[in-house]
């Protein structure tokens, strides 16, 4: 972690209830200058809540929010000028070209990015001409977050941006994402997608029913799991050699846990490989033939499942 100064956002023991509803409860995390910090969590978890509060948009209940050293109410101009939210694609005008869009939002600002770097960046300089209306919905989310870019912002906010978008579209969100890095931005991403977080993610802060459950790297996360790995094995010889095999793997002295359905041996263990030499020596000696074998990596997925206690589903 970096010292007082490094930090461009600092969020302490914020609170928000709904009527009877906790939506946010003490959540407190602070964002380095540079990093892409992702808030990531189920549906209802208090993702938005907790962002609409930061963004100024909603009032905590408690607790203190600094933005670059400022606080809203107090510095509520001079915060606007520093940050970049991503619109919802509701907030676009559908009859204006990409181009007018930008002009726009260019008009509301003193300060400026070239609107031909952003259209550069967010990749949509073959449909600047283009009415909003006529693009892909992956087209106007890299529009939604040109337009976060247009003050030239220290601090970015994007919640959820892939939401629906296709395997490839959201990639090129990522993309996006990274350029903003390599621009030394500090961006705050929500998602829950799993493996976006892992992807793009400096640091991850997980977050359940309104709390923080954990906050680091996605590496260190996943190195807080144990070091088992998932060994999966499937049999040409069916149901039978499986069972024969599973014996085997019981003894083995790295094994940890063995499962068996039908012709399919799944088997966690500290060390892949000696799991592995051990196993195939033995079937090879009884001539039992292996269809496939996959070792599976722990993911962000396992971290928040043995975190939370909870299934992930997208």
């Keep these: 972690m970096g010292t007082k100064s490094d930090y461009v956002l600092e969020v302490t023991d914020l609170h928000k209830s709904f009527g009877t509803v906790k939506a ?41 929010i600094s933005i670059l050293g400022m606080e809203w109410g107090k510095d509520t101009e001079a915060i606007k000028m520093k940050i970049g939210v991503q619109p919802q694609s509701s907030a676009l005008f559908d009859l204006l070209t990409v181009e007018e869009n930008l002009d726009v939002f260019a008009s509301f600002y003193e300060k400026r990015r070239p609107i031909e770097d952003i259209i550069e960046m967010v990749n949509l300089s073959e449909h600047r001409g283009k009415r909003v209306k006529t693009l892909s919905g992956g087209q106007k989310q890299r529009l939604a977050i040109g337009l976060s870019m247009i003050n030239d912002p220290e601090l970015i906010f994007l919640d959820e941006p892939t939401t629906g978008l296709d395997p490839q579209a959201r990639r090129n969100i990522w993309d996006i994402v990274r350029k903003l890095k390599s621009l030394g931005k500090t961006t705050i991403l929500t998602t829950h997608y799993m493996e976006e977080a892992e992807q793009l993610s400096d640091r991850v802060c ?62 966690w263990t500290a060390n892949p490989e000696e799991t592995l030499y051990a196993l195939f020596r033995y079937t090879h000696e009884e001539g039992l033939a292996v269809e496939q074998v996959s070792i599976r990596e722990m993911s962000l997925e396992d971290v928040f499942i043995a975190f939370t206690g909870k299934e992930w589903r997208d």
């Design 24 to 64: 946010v409860d003490g959540i407190g995390f602070a964002a380095e200058r540079g990093e892409v910090f992702t808030i990531i969590g189920p549906n209802g978890a208090g993702k938005t809540t907790t962002l609409e509060m930061i963004e100024g948009l909603q009032k905590p209940d408690r607790g203190s």
């Design 206 to 267: 997980i977050v359940d029913q309104g709390k923080v459950i954990a906050i680091d790297s996605p590496r260190a996360l996943i190195g807080r799991l144990t070091r088992e790995r998932e060994v999966r094995l499937t049999f040409a010889g069916g149901a039978g050699a499986a069972a024969a095999a599973e014996g085997a793997a019981r003894m083995g002295a790295a094994a940890v846990r063995v499962e068996r359905e039908q012709d399919r041996l799944t088997i």
